[in-house]
C-alpha cells in the first residue's frame, strides 16, 4: 500500500500531523509526502525517527522534496545516547529568568543553563520557544552549555516559527528546528514538563 501526500503550501505543523494521520491508519505500508521547504522536509524526516521508522528523501527539487516512510518493514530501532537521562522536558519561553529587572533576568538564564551542566541526571529535552529561542541563537553563555547538553544526548529543539519571527534562524547554533506538533508531543510523552 502506497498512499501519497501533498503537503506543499501547508503551513507548520501541518504536514507534520497530516503524515502521521496517515501512518496511524496502517500497520504496513508506505506514505510519501511531498513538501515544498527544507524545513518540513527535516520535520518529516524527524517524526519518522521518532516513530522509529525508516525514511528517506526520494526526490528534491525546486520547490518539491518527496520523503518516503516506510512502515512494518526494515524497522529502525535506535538507543538513547545516552542512560542518565531523565524522562523529563525543560520548556523555556524566554531569554531571561523571571520578571522584573532584565539584566538580572539574563544573568539568571545563564545561571539556570549552566547549573543544567552541573545536574545529573540530565533532562531527556529542552524545548525553546518565542523569546527562548535567542538561547541557542545569539547567547554565547548558554549556546556553550546547550552543547554540552546536547552532546550528551539531551534533545535542544527551537521552534522554527520563532525563529522566523525573530530573524534568527540562519544564527542556529545548537540543536535543531522543530514545530509545534514536536513541541506538544514531546511535552505530552514527558513524565514531567518544567517551564521556566
Do not use: H, W
Amino acid at each position: 500500500m502506497v498512499i501519497e501526500i501533498d503537503a506543499r503550501g501547508l503551513g507548520c505543523p501541518k504536514p507534520v500531523i497530516n503524515t502521521k494521520k496517515e501512518l496511524d491508519k496502517i500497520d504496513q505500508g508506505v506514505v510519501i509526502t511531498t513538501v515544498d521547504n527544507e524545513i518540513a522536509k527535516e520535520n518529516i524526516l524527524k517524526l519518522a525517527k521518532s516513530l522509529n521508522l525508516e525514511s528517506k528523501v526520494i526526490k528534491q527539487e525546486k520547490d518539491l522534496i518527496c520523503i518516503e516512510i516506510i512502515k512494518g518493514e526494515n524497522v529502525i530501532i535506535e538507543q538513547d545516547k545516552s542512560l542518565e537521562l531523565e524522562d523529563k522536558c525543560i520548556f523555556i519561553s524566554s531569554d531571561k529568568m523571571g520578571k522584573g529587572n532584565d539584566e538580572l533576568g539574563n544573568v539568571l538564564i545563564r545561571g539556570f543553563i549552566y547549573t543544567l551542566t552541573e545536574s545529573k541526571p540530565y533532562p531527556k529535552s529542552i524545548l525553546l520557544v518565542n523569546g527562548g529561542v535567542r538561547l541557542s541563537t545569539e547567547n554565547e553563555d548558554t549556546i556553550e552549555n546547550l552543547k554540552i547538553l546536547e552532546e550528551a544526548g539531551v534533545e535542544i529543539l527551537s521552534c522554527g516559527t520563532c525563529l522566523d519571527y525573530y530573524g534568527v534562524k540562519e544564527k542556529l547554533q545548537v540543536g535543531s528546528v522543530t514545530n509545534m506538533y514536536t513541541i506538544v508531543d514531546t511535552m505530552k510523552n514527558s513524565s514531567q514538563t518544567i517551564s521556566i
